[in-house]
């Protein structure tokens, strides 16, 4: 394993100016363990103010520095690998759910809340934002927006850009800017919280961030189903909507081809729908079996880790296409996998086209792979790969910017 890159020191007097500036001493030295793909930082700074946030800004902008923010580090390897990084801002004890209204299924949470964290508070409520990406134990809401990052839930309730209505942010140059409200109803000019979600943390550093909730539904059951081969996954899908079912998710996975779908509702119609996905299945050729409770949360789990497992080594790819070329794009990842001999796994939003592909082999068959699906999926410009994470191949291919993680 390679040793972190160790960055110049930061000068006693660079510190010691920057703390004076904070009025706290919520700036220290870089260590090892601040390192962003394997490069130190010369300073690190936990702001616990959102006047600690815009003055770091502020004295980076003045001075020159580079700035990478973080939160839980769940997304801090993707993009490509950092220069020198001078300032590494740390927002983890920017956390705590500012306000709750119940009443109007909104709140207000700070940018280094932990998703699980302020969905603990809202299920006081029995309420929750309808978010489930990977790791939620740890990635922070910042990092969520700053990455529009999501799970399979994104098929029924949509991503953070489709449920943040209001947000604090610090620009540049220290000041802070407000945008949205704290109701779903409001008039908000240029909607500066959507333009800043998705952004990388390019736009600016998100200080606090309002959405609108969901209730949370009484059950939940899962369809696992099994298919004969990727050409099944469009047909299934076209004819669960065709019944007007209506699953909070609907997930591709592979290999071997299958789908998990999932109803959240009362108990009742949870129970009859699942059981129509299964008729549906059969219908099509496939095998299906419905899951709840602690066989459902292990299916789930096992999805959630088999592209975004915690250590995996490989390159992470999304691909995003129509709908009805979900089948096809599925085949084409398979043929471009078995060409360059790579092991590879697929999972993504079956009813969306949005794709997550992870390859494992050699250096230059993964570069090889990208190209080829590259090539594959944009013979019809109905999309492309795009690399989110590859330690050995980020200065080779074109990947997301870092920001806020």
Request: charged share 20%; with cysteine.
């Amino acid at each position: 394993m390679s040793r972190p890159t160790m960055a110049t020191g930061p000068s006693d007097v660079a510190l010691t100016d920057l703390n004076t500036r904070l009025g706290a001493p919520v700036a220290r030295a870089g260590a090892g363990s601040d390192a962003v793909d394997g490069v130190v930082p010369r300073l690190v700074v936990e702001p616990q103010t959102p006047a600690n946030v815009g003055g770091t800004l502020a004295w980076a902008t003045e001075s020159g520095r580079t700035v990478i923010v973080r939160g839980g580090g769940t997304k801090i390897g993707w993009g490509p690998t950092p220069g020198p990084i001078d300032v590494l801002l740390s927002m983890r004890r920017m956390s705590g759910v500012e306000a709750h209204r119940h009443g109007d299924l909104t709140a207000t949470v700070q940018a280094g809340t932990t998703l699980s964290a302020m969905n603990a508070v809202l299920a006081e409520h029995r309420q929750w934002l309808a978010l489930d990406p990977p790791d939620p134990d740890t990635a922070t809401i910042g990092g969520i927006v700053a990455t529009n990052d999501s799970g399979p839930r994104r098929h029924w309730h949509g991503a953070p850009r489709d449920l943040i209505i209001g947000m604090t942010l610090a620009r540049a140059d220290g000041v802070m800017a407000h945008s949205g409200g704290i109701v779903v109803k409001n008039v908000a000019g240029y909607d500066l919280a959507r333009l800043l979600t998705g952004s990388f943390g390019s736009l600016g550093v998100v200080v606090n961030a309002t959405f609108k909730l969901a209730p949370r539904a009484d059950a939940s059951r899962t369809v696992a189903v099994t298919l004969a081969g990727p050409e099944q996954c469009g047909p299934y899908v076209a004819a669960l909507v065709a019944q007007a079912s209506m699953p909070t998710a609907l997930e591709l996975a592979a290999p071997p081809p299958a789908m998990l779908v999932r109803f959240e509702s009362v108990e009742t119609v949870a129970e009859q729908q699942a059981l129509q996905a299964v008729t549906l299945a059969e219908q099509q050729g496939g095998r299906a079996v419905v899951l709840a409770g602690d066989d459902e949360s292990h299916a789930w789990r096992a999805h959630d880790t088999r592209v975004f497992g915690t250590g995996q080594d490989g390159t992470i790819l999304k691909i995003v296409t129509v709908p009805n070329e979900v089948s096809s794009t599925l085949t084409r990842i398979t043929e471009a996998a078995q060409t360059n001999h790579l092991d590879y796994a697929v999972t993504g939003r079956a009813g969306l086209g949005v794709l997550n592909v992870l390859v494992q082999g050699a250096t230059e068959a993964r570069a090889s792979f990208k190209k080829t699906s590259c090539i594959y999926v944009q013979a019809d410009r109905r999309g492309r790969p795009v690399v989110l994470h590859s330690k050995d191949l980020g200065d080779v291919l074109e990947v997301e910017g870092h920001g806020i993680h």
